[in-house]
Every structure is written in C-alpha cells, then in structure tokens.
C-alpha cells in the first residue's frame, strides 16, 4: 500500500491534490500550463494510476487539465520526445499496455472534468464513471490515423464500445471532432457546463458518491471495469504490436511537426 506522501511529488506533468475526505484531483500540465503529451507524460501516468491504485486513502479520483485543455498538444518530434521505432518495443510498448490497464484497476469512482479539447487521449476521460465537459470541451483521435499510426493501444476499444462500431471507425479514420453537446448526444459526456462551474460540479458529485459505503464504491467501479477488461485482453496486445509495426515503418515521416501551443517550452 502506498501514501498519497511518497507520491503526491514524484509526478513532473501531474498535480495533485486530495481533500481530507478522500477526494484526489489529478491536473494534467506541462510547467504548469496544458499538458503536452508524448512517451514521458505517456509513461509517467501509468505509474501514477498504480499508486493512486494502491492507496486505499483515495476515496474518488478526479482527472481535469491545465490551461484551456484537457489532452490536445503533443510533441513526438522534438529530441526530448522523439523515440527511434527501433526501440518501439522495449520502451514504449509496455506502457502502452500498461496504461489503460491501470485506469481500470483504481478501484474508486473516478470522474472526468474534461475542460477543452481532449483530442489526445481522450479515452482517458471516457474511462471514468462520470465525464463532465466544459462548453469548450472538444473529443475526437487526433494522433492515430490521421498521422499514420494504428489506433491499437486502447481506442479501437473504447470508442467503439462507447458510441459504435460504424461511428467509431469514422471518427479515427476522418479525425473528427465532436464538440462538447455533440459528445453528451453521443453519449460520451453525462454534462456540459459554463467552464466556471466544472470543476465544483465534479466535487459535489464526489461528495455525493462518498455518502454510499466505500466497499460498495469500490466494487461498483471494479464490476463496471470487469467488462471493459475483458475486452482489452483481447484487443490491446494485438493492436499495440500492429501499431507498432506500422509505427517502425512510418513513425520517422509520421511526426516530423509537432502540435504545441504558443510559446511552448518543454521541461528537459
């Protein structure tokens, strides 16, 4: 079991905070600012799930962003980032598996305060038990086949399972972009709010979920998490190794630009 000390500091793109009753918020950044995402973000969130996991203190997890998004800005190409394909299997592949693996095992309510566009990643909102959107929300898959690489390392199964299989398909391979009331007509979202009133939303929900027995929480969050599981057991492995090979032969002609917001430094 882990202590919300020994980790609270150890997360260079996430900020933490937990109230006394158990409610922890994980802030997406970049030095402070939206988060620009590549391997170390990619790799150092799988870790932190597994200590949010382990500590049995977190009563209800919140995810929001930093800035004036949620996931959107992402950066392979720098030499910070960059990650040969050679080495695709052995530094990247397992946290690509682990990643949406240990969402899943945090056996608390977690909720989605998604508060700009989530075009990255966005299945780490859709995860949650109960997603919020900002009116400036925006959701889509922006880093997969519209830049030459497989969508194989969750989405093909989560989008899918979420909205459809033909309205899945559509989405990754056009990149389109459901803006926030688009996404609750999908089904995606459960509420769009002013942005002023996302995160006290996501709270008073909290709260509200922390008046009902925290085994029955818990399990409750393990029985939904059960079936998505299942699912990726079979989809992630296959999928992440074709992402893979299609990544060794395009990767370097795939990101040679870089979608960074103004005046974006990135931390060495």
């Known amino acids: 079991m882990t202590k919300f000390d020994e980790y609270k500091d150890r997360y260079t793109y996430y ?3 937990r109230t006394e009753d158990g409610i922890l918020t994980i802030r997406f950044h970049t030095q402070g600012k939206d988060i620009i ?8 969130l799988g870790k932190l799930y597994a200590d949010v996991a382990n500590d049995v203190d977190n009563k209800v997890v919140i995810l929001t962003g930093s800035g004036s998004t949620f996931i959107h800005y992402e950066d392979l190409a720098s030499e910070a980032n960059f990650l040969p394909a050679s080495e ?19 056996d608390c309510p977690m909720i989605a305060a998604v508060n700009g566009p989530a075009t990255v990643h966005a299945e780490q909102a859709l995860l949650c038990d109960i997603v919020l959107a ?19 390392d969750g989405v093909q199964v989560v ?4 909205i459809g299989m033909n309205r899945a398909r559509y989405l990754m391979y056009t990149g389109q972009i459901l803006d926030a009331r688009e996404a609750k007509d999908w089904g995606l979202v459960n509420e769009v709010l002013p942005p002023a009133e996302l995160l006290p939303r996501a709270h008073e929900l909290a709260r509200q979920l922390l008046q009902v027995p925290e085994l029955t929480r818990r399990l409750t969050r393990r029985t939904f998490g059960a079936v998505i599981k299942e699912q990726l057991n079979t989809a992630l492995p296959y999928g992440a190794a074709l992402e893979g090979l299609a990544a060794a032969h395009y990767w370097p002609q795939t990101y040679k630009h870089a979608r960074l917001p103004p005046s974006a430094q990135l931390p060495d």
Do not use: C
Not at 141 to 152: A, K, R, S
């Open 15 to 17: 900020h933490l905070e």
């Open 37 to 44: 995402w590549g391997p170390k973000p990619d790799e150092e």
């Open 159 to 162: 989008w899918p399972m979420l």
């Open 88 to 106: 695709w299997g052995t530094h990247y592949h397992p946290f690509v598996l682990r990643l949406p693996h240990n969402h899943i095992d945090i």
């Open 134 to 152: 900002s009116e400036t929300a925006a959701f889509g898959d922006q880093p997969h086949f519209p830049n030459g690489l497989v969508p194989g």
